[in-house]
């Protein structure tokens, strides 16, 4: 077989098995079957093994002592460690952004976004179409502040973290639309991410460091209020793998 085409059936089958487990198809604690795999997906064993050992690295399941898979659960804490741990990365790269003394024409793109979002959240009533919008968004000022950060270390890291979908910065965004304070929490997020553009724009690094690490304190205060409604659980995606302590 050639190299291209074994490497789309190895990027394919990562595709489909890592849909299985956020879906829900694999459970938390089930044991993942080789055999059985390469059954469902009608692939051959290597593709299989290529992507359980990518999953194992991505967090989403675990290797076993006596060999082996198991589809990992995910606690509150492990939740809150991923926000943690993302804003941490985000507070670095807003800084290291903010250091690089960037041009106007080099925080266009920032700058736009950040214009686009203002129009959104200056909305008087936001319908479940605005917040898919904010979403996107709210992704892309995400993506740009990394790019912007220049930075290939910070990059991995980052890929790594989001590789748990509850950890990406719209994640948790889902749960706000049918919330009384939905607008106020957009209208709080929307200030920070003017706030981090103006840091980075002057200069200042250790500000944006700030902002940006406060920015992500919004999510782990959806997911407080998530983890009490587990019909706004549900809307997280990854929801099948967390495991609450009522549970």
């Known amino acids: 077989m050639d190299e291209q085409p074994r490497a789309s059936q190895t ?3 990562l595709l489909q098995l890592r849909e299985l487990i956020l879906n829900g198809e694999l459970s938390p604690g089930e044991r993942v079957s080789e055999l059985g795999i390469v059954e469902r997906l009608g692939v051959s064993r290597t593709p299989v093994r290529v992507a359980l050992v ?3 690295e991505e967090g989403l399941v675990d290797c076993l002592p006596t060999g082996g898979f198991v589809v990992r659960a995910f606690s509150e804490a492990d939740i809150a460690d991923a926000i943690q741990l993302r804003g941490v ?3 670095m790269a807003a800084q290291r952004a903010a250091e690089r003394r960037l041009s106007r024409d080099e925080l266009r793109g920032l700058r736009d976004v950040v214009g686009s979002l203002d129009a959104l959240v200056r909305q008087r009533d936001l319908t479940i179409d605005d917040f898919s919008d904010y979403i996107r968004l709210n992704d892309q000022f995400h993506g740009l502040l990394l790019q912007l950060a220049d930075s290939p270390v910070l990059k991995r890291s980052m890929e790594r973290v989001l ?3 509850f950890a990406s910065p719209g994640a948790f965004v889902r749960v706000q639309a049918e919330l009384p304070e939905s607008r106020e ?3 709080i997020a929307q200030e920070h991410h003017r706030a981090i553009l103006d840091a980075i724009e002057n200069g200042e ?3 944006a460091d700030h902002l940006a690490r406060e920015h992500s304190r919004l999510a782990r205060r959806n997911l407080d209020i998530s983890v009490k409604n587990q019909r706004q659980l549900d809307r997280v995606p990854g929801a099948s793998l967390i495991r609450l302590r009522s549970a």
């Open 11 to 13: 990027v394919r089958t």
């Open 54 to 56: 990518r999953l194992e």
């Open 89 to 91: 990365l985000e507070g």
């Open 163 to 165: 590789s748990l979908p």
């Open 185 to 187: 929490i957009l209208v």
């Open 205 to 207: 690094g250790s500000r």
